[in-house]
């Protein structure tokens, strides 16, 4: 009868292709981690040139609301002492004393200046609480659209090639055991059926 094939040299050339492959596997892992890696680099600046355009942004609409109130305000204060000015100068020559109804008219203007400027800031704050609010939307934009960075892991991807070698080389182990017993126990049958 034929002998079973025991070789070292075949369970030595399947460890090798294994090996082969154990290696082809990593690198091709390796630089797939490697190229997800950079698209989230990638994203995350993309993400950060986002939120930081949205924040100059931001701050240029602000900085316009309240330049654009501080002129109103500043021209309202103009236009207002200018209507008692000229109250005054119109009481004077009238030879009229700031009492009474006088006075209640030049108060007046007092009463107009104060509401339009407590409107206006009660606007500006408005706008402030508003742009409180975007800057704390942009940073939630900003962190929906980054994202976790995962650099490659040469380590693991290697212990998983190792593995999978092992695992070969056992299973090749074990089969030419289970190969060499199926041999042993087919010769004794065909002795003792001789």
């Given amino acids: 009868m034929c002998e079973p ?13 294994s090996v082969v492959s154990a290696g082809l596997q990593f690198y091709q892992g390796y630089q797939q981690q490697k190229s997800i890696y950079k698209q989230q680099q990638r994203q995350n600046d993309l993400a950060r040139k986002n939120a930081v355009a949205r924040y100059a942004s931001e701050q240029l609409r602000i900085k316009q609301v309240t330049d654009q109130s501080l002129e109103k305000g500043y021209q309202q204060t ?3 002492k200018k209507a008692r000015a000229e109250a005054r100068n119109v009481f004077g020559e009238r030879n009229i004393a700031l ?8 108060n007046d203007y007092y009463r107009k200046e104060g509401n339009y400027m407590a409107s206006l800031s009660r ?8 742009y409180d609010l975007n800057m704390k939307n942009i940073q939630l934009g900003y962190e929906s659209q ?3 960075l995962t650099p490659p892991d040469p380590v693991g991807l290697l212990v998983n090639g190792a593995v999978n070698v ?4 056992f ?12 041999y042993k ?4 049958q065909g002795s003792s059926g001789e």
Avoid: C, H, P
């Fill in 5 to 17: 094939i025991t070789s070292i040299s075949a369970t030595q050339a399947m460890v090798a292709m």
């Fill in 78 to 80: 103009l236009k207002a």
């Fill in 99 to 106: 009492r009474g109804s006088a006075m209640a008219v030049y």
């Fill in 123 to 130: 606007n500006l704050k408005m706008n402030y609480d508003q």
């Fill in 146 to 148: 980054a994202t976790y």
């Fill in 166 to 169: 092992a695992s070969t080389y």
């Fill in 171 to 182: 299973a090749l182990e074990a089969q030419k055991e289970i190969n060499v017993k199926g």
């Fill in 185 to 188: 126990q087919a010769k004794q």
